[in-house]
């Protein structure tokens, strides 16, 4: 398992009954996690004390309880700064189990010795974009919400990214690589975050379990002569990291390295590891 644990200003504190005790900076957070299926004793305070909950509905979605939590707040990964929101469906805006890919591919990126354009997709508030240009890529930016590329600006200012080589697209993911694809645009690392299921601008219809593998053996044509490297993160169920590394395989050959595995958060109270999604890698 790849494990996000060089966070300071994020932590999961306890995880019990269907949720998990998160603390995003000064802010504790009572949120619902699919995984946590045990039962434990909730003695951390803040189970009894957080700022703010989500509920689960019965009836699907749920809605946010708040005590005392401000609408807009901000936490640091390293040199980055990322402004948090609560927002539909339990979300703050950013996934910080990430954190263990952007390390990994900002470590490559800073050691290749030659520029190294990226193609992030389905690139939500901007993590692997800002991290990626803070390792000193240029980054294309694509999601297909205006509001999620206006964010993920926002966190560019305020990690003092404003002027870095990121080009900010609104576009649905796999119509932009067609046409970057006629254009003769290549890049030498992609990364794609897909949702299970979504719709782009103009109402096209997403559903990952069909959309997938054609859109990575499509990408194949985007990549330049020596790419550097390949990301895939998934949250679908049916897309555990074995499928995701022979796809790679399927796609890629023989060429180069291909891994994948679980990525997860520490849970601070129990010592144990809370799994949340899985991550394919191809690399040179």
């Known amino acids: 398992m ?25 802010y504790l957070l009572v949120r619902p996690d699919p995984q946590v299926i045990w039962d434990t004793p909730k003695k951390e305070a803040g189970w009894r004390h957080p700022n703010a909950h ?21 936490i640091r990964y390293r040199d980055l700064i990322f402004h948090l929101k609560p927002f539909s469906f339990k979300h703050t805006g950013l996934f910080p189990e990430q954190a263990a890919n952007w390390d990994w591919f900002s470590k490559k990126i800073k050691e290749t010795g030659k520029p190294v354009k990226v193609l992030n997709l389905f690139a939500y ?21 205006k509001g999620m590329v206006g964010w993920a600006k926002e966190n560019a200012r305020a990690s003092g990214l404003a002027d870095a080589p990121i080009r900010w697209i609104v576009d649905d993911c796999v119509k932009f690589v ?8 290549r890049y030498d690392a992609v990364i794609m975050d897909p949702p299970s299921y ?14 997938i593998f054609p859109l990575v053996r499509l990408l194949m044509d985007v990549l330049s002569a020596e790419p550097l490297f390949f990301l895939i993160n998934s949250y679908t169920t049916g897309l555990a990291p074995s499928v995701l590394s022979y796809m790679l395989g399927t796609v890629f050959g023989k060429k180069g390295k291909v891994d994948a595995q679980e990525v997860g958060l520490p849970v601070s109270s129990s010592g144990l590891v809370l799994p949340c999604g899985a991550s394919g890698r191809w690399e040179a």
């Open 2 to 26: 790849w494990i996000a644990d060089q966070w300071k200003d994020y932590e999961v504190i306890d995880t019990s009954s269907g949720e998990k005790l998160e603390r995003w900076g000064n």
């Open 54 to 74: 989500y509920h689960r509905s019965s009836r699907g979605g749920g809605e946010w309880e708040f005590f005392d939590l401000p609408q807009q707040w901000e």
């Open 178 to 185: 067609e046409r970057e694809i006629r254009r003769g645009n």
């Open 198 to 211: 979504g719709r782009g601008p103009k109402g096209e219809i997403w559903k990952i379990e069909d959309a």
């Open 125 to 145: 508030t901007g993590g692997a974009t800002l991290a990626a240009a803070a390792a000193g890529a240029s980054v294309t930016h694509v999601d297909a919400s």
